[in-house]
T-cell receptor, first 116, second 113 residues
Framework: EAGVAQSPRYKIIEKRQSVAFWCNPISGHATLYWYQQILGQGPKLLIQ????????DSQLPKDRFSAERLKGVDSTLKIQPAKLEDSAVYLC??????????????FGEGSRLTVL | GEDVEQSLFLSVREGDSSVINCTYT??????LYWYKQEPGAGLQLLTY?????DMKQDQRLTVLLNKKDKHLSLRIADTQTGDSAIYFCAESLSGGGADGLTFGKGTHLIIQP
């Protein structure tokens, strides 16, 4: 079974530029999450989708971050304009609608963003 | 609000047991998890425990939950060099993928030969 796919793996941009990250979840997983992991910290939830609807985006900085999951499958996360403090690894995760018995989230390898 | 605390580093000798501790603040947490992150990789679920359990054992892993003190621990028996990673404690109010997890900052497990 293919895992969660993310691209690009690495991105270096200058502040005020824009960037987009793409995620393809595990087939059949209705729930998709974007997490931000700043160096030395644990992942912080940015946004959660169920199918193509947003469940929780309370911690998404909406003045510069946006995310969509138009067809309920893959998703994109965009940052425009980027700030220095956006340097982080952006992790995508997916799960079954109710996570089965474990509530397990399956994570991709992440997209590492460096803002100069 | 939700908050999960962990110590940042743990150093153990190869072959010894490792005990990684975590405290959480939300007594409504129903599911508690341990995830492992190796360098350059995403997080991988190691084990989990429901709030109505006190202990769970899975091969070399033992999870202990003290609900009164809101304390969770992960014991790794016979620690090997392959166990070197960052271990994250995480909590969920509803589990089952219905809400996102809240993670601690992670504990770096360092294995000494």
């Amino acid at each position: 079974e293919a895992g969660v796919a993310q691209s690009p793996r690495y991105k270096i941009i200058e502040k005020r530029q824009s960037v987009a990250f793409w995620c393809n979840p595990i087939s059949g997983h209705a729930t998709l999450y974007w997490y931000q992991q700043i160096l030395g910290q644990g992942p912080k939830l940015l946004i959660q989708f169920q199918n193509n609807g947003v469940v929780d985006d309370s911690q998404l900085p909406k003045d510069r971050f946006s995310a969509e999951r138009l067809k309920g499958v893959d998703s994109t996360l965009k940052i425009q304009p980027a700030k220095l403090e956006d340097s982080a690894v952006y992790l995508c995760a997916s799960s079954l609608l109710w996570g089965g018995n474990t509530g397990e989230l399956f994570f991709g390898e992440g997209s590492r963003l460096t803002v100069l | 609000g939700e908050d999960v605390e962990q110590s940042l580093f743990l150093s153990v000798r190869e072959g010894d047991s490792s005990v990684i501790n975590c405290t959480y603040t939300d007594s409504s947490s129903t599911y508690l998890y341990w995830y492992k992150q190796e360098p350059g990789a995403g997080l991988q679920l190691l084990t989990y425990i429901f709030s109505n359990m006190d202990m769970k054992q899975d091969q070399r892993l033992t999870v202990l939950l003290n609900k009164k003190d809101k304390h969770l621990s992960l014991r790794i028996a016979d620690t090997q060099t392959g166990d070197s990673a960052i271990y994250f404690c995480a909590e969920s109010l509803s589990g089952g993928g219905a809400d996102g997890l809240t993670f601690g900052k992670g504990t770096h497990l360092i294995i000494q030969p």
